[in-house]
């Protein structure tokens, strides 16, 4: 046997044998190793606080005193569930009920010039009414 | 060598930042002076009466202040005659017409560069409340608002009638159909020789929604003629 052959083989055992002691010894030493801690990055997104919910008629949409170019509007807001809204306008009327999430949604009918919008909201037991002005005009600004 | 590199480098990145940032100021400059025009100059409408007029200028009375409105060039002046919509010129405003202006506002000038002047005509009003009474014989309704007046509202020929429920919304109505407690709204004119006293343009019925009915107002009952007799069958001759 050469020496080459010789000086392989002892090499061989040699990681053998670290091999083997790291599998006999090394589940007892792993819990003595201090341990490197990553920061912590939660992948679940932050809930948004819902809004609390009033018992007010609001019109979201149009804003007061804003000025269109289409006769067709849409008139959309929050109000109280479980109640009936009437959107009236200077030519026509929409009537449409509030969704669970206490939002409604209705369209009208613009005249050329001034409108006043009148929304009520109607339940059984109470009524309640906001206005908002809006002004239409088919030419261009 | 590594020293040098970099101090080239900043060199560089300085020389080459300078025009960049000249023009970022540049730019910052003209939108600060487009935000500042735009509101100085802004679009917006106004409606009032014309209380003076003159050949460049008109003043507006509104409800909060006197508006005073340029009359440009390029001006159109729109009336609905007869139902149409009808191009005027500005020697057709006078003082006392009810008027739109649409137009720029300027904000330091305090005034509204008009565009487009609209003259409205009667507007019709809107009411809303409870059917307290229906007059089958003279077609007219007594509605209680809700800010307590009653209202006699006659219904013409012309008038349209909406019926909505849950589960149809929205049908052609019919004077047949409004009952007492019944809530409505109604598109109008005033008649200007009654007080509280309307004539309907359009009825829009929801229906009772409180589920009462409201006690009707007794109608006078006419008393039969003294001079009316029952008359009596003759019996058949066997």
């Known amino acids: 046997m050469n020496k080459d052959a010789l000086l392989a083989t002892l090499i061989g055992f040699g990681i053998g044998l670290l091999i083997t002691g790291l599998l006999l010894v090394g589940p007892n030493i792993l819990p003595l190793l201090p341990k490197i801690q990553l920061p912590k990055h939660s992948l679940v997104t932050p809930t948004p606080t819902p809004t609390p919910k009033t018992n007010d008629l609001i019109i979201e949409s149009p804003l007061p005193d804003s000025i269109e170019n289409i006769s067709a509007l849409l008139v959309s807001g929050s109000a109280p569930p479980n109640t009936t809204i009437v959107i009236a306008g200077p030519s ?7 969704t669970q999430d206490g939002k409604f949604a209705g369209k009208l009918t613009l005249v050329e010039g001034k409108n006043d919008i009148t929304v009520t909201a109607l339940s059984k037991d109470k009524t309640s009414a906001q206005n908002v002005t809006v002004y239409y005009t088919e030419e261009s600004l | ?5 970099f101090a080239i480098a900043v060199y560089a990145a300085t020389v080459s930042a300078t025009p960049s940032s000249q023009k970022l100021e540049d730019l ?9 025009q735009l509101s100085q100059s802004q679009k917006r409408a106004v409606t009032g009466t014309v209380k003076t007029t003159s050949v460049s200028t008109i003043t507006v009375e509104t409800a909060t202040k006197d508006v005073k409105i340029e009359l440009t060039d390029t001006i159109k002046v729109i009336q609905i005659i007869k139902g149409k919509r009808t191009t005027l010129t500005t020697d057709d405003i006078v003082k006392g017409d009810d008027v739109t202006v649409f137009g720029d506002y300027d904000a330091t000038l305090d005034l509204l560069k008009a565009k487009a002047i609209f003259i409205q005509g009667m507007t019709p009003q809107r009411i809303f409340g409870v059917i307290t009474s229906v007059d089958k014989k003279n077609y007219t309704l007594t509605v209680d608002t809700a800010d307590g007046k009653s209202i006699i509202v006659d219904h013409e020929t012309t008038t349209k009638n909406l019926l909505w429920n849950k589960t149809n919304g929205t049908a052609k109505g019919a004077f047949s159909k409004y009952t007492v407690g019944d809530t409505v709204f ?10 509280n006293r309307v004539s309907a ?3 829009l019925n929801i229906g009772n929604l409180s589920g009462v009915t409201p006690t009707p107002t007794p109608e006078p009952t006419k008393l039969a003629s003294p001079s009316a007799t029952a008359k009596t069958t003759p019996k058949p001759t066997p």
Do not use: F, G, N, W
Not at chain 2, 1 to 5: G, K, P, Q, T
Not at chain 2, 186 to 195: A, G, M, N, S, V
């Open chain 1, 92 to 98: 026509d009327e929409s009537v449409v009920a509030v």
């Open chain 2, 1 to 5: 060598m590594i020293a040098e590199l």
């Open chain 2, 28 to 36: 910052k400059d003209r939108l600060a002076s487009a935000a500042s």
């Open chain 2, 186 to 195: 109604i598109l109008e004119t005033p008649q200007p020789k009654y007080e």
């Open chain 2, 201 to 203: 343009i359009r009825i």
